[in-house]
T-cell receptor, first 112, second 108 residues
């Protein structure tokens, strides 16, 4: 157990819908990262937050947004969902950056 | 063009064998990560390197910054080492790039 929690574990929704994925980092970790893993594209970096501020942005679509709250948990919002958004979404946390990252168990999103 | 290339893509070994997985990258980096992903999907960070060599138990990771190359070695491989091993780099521009992974199967 990495100490990083993600909810929900599985999510099934329809095209055009909006969902929110939640991540709680390890106790004391200030940095949160979001990644997408799909069968055809592999792992991709979406976005990083450090102590509430956006630190780095990767291949995050405009339909997606994220934030880190004062209690350091983070949410990833995915809207106007398309079939191609079906993937595993991982959250990871680290104490600082660059630093070793601890990954959550992931949220499996299926868009029908 | 992929910023991170791994080889081999697939690897089958007999229990006890010494295993090497290679990673080459094309960007300037601040850190390189080796990750392990088991069939259930969970990801574990094995190493973070910015120079030299690190060792955890039977795992050894090395990096050559000048040659932009890293290797992950597993000594005395065991069936429980069967997993996908992924090389990832954090670029100087604060982007993360991932290799496509090496699928390792260790046969008893």
């Amino acid at each position: 157990d990495s100490g990083v929690t993600q909810t929900p574990k599985h999510l099934i929704t329809a095209t055009g819908q909006r969902v929110t994925l939640r991540c709680s980092p390890r106790s004391g970790d200030l940095s949160v990262y979001w990644y997408q893993q799909s069968l055809d594209q592999g792992l991709q970096f979406l976005i990083q937050y450090y102590n509430g501020e956006e630190r780095a942005k990767g291949n995050i679509l405009e339909r997606f947004s994220a934030q880190q709250f004062p209690d350091l948990h983070s949410e990833l919002n995915l809207s106007s969902l398309e079939l191609g958004d079906s993937a595993l979404y991982f959250c990871a946390s680290s104490a600082f950056f660059p630093d070793e990252q601890f990954f959550g168990p992931g949220t499996r999103l299926t868009v029908l | 063009k992929n910023e991170v290339e791994q080889s081999p893509q697939n690897l089958t070994a007999q229990e006890g064998e010494f295993i090497t997985i290679n990673c080459s990258y094309s960007v300037g980096i601040s850190a390189l990560h080796w990750l392990q992903q088991h069939p259930g999907g969970g990801i574990v960070s094995l190493f973070m390197l910015s120079s030299g060599k690190k060792k955890h138990g039977r795992l050894i990771a090395t990096i050559n910054i000048q040659e932009k190359h890293s290797s992950l070695h597993i000594t005395a491989s065991h069936p429980r080492d069967s997993a996908v091993y992924i090389c990832a780099v954090r670029s100087n521009g604060n982007q993360f790039y991932f290799g496509t992974g090496t699928s390792l199967t260790v046969i008893p």
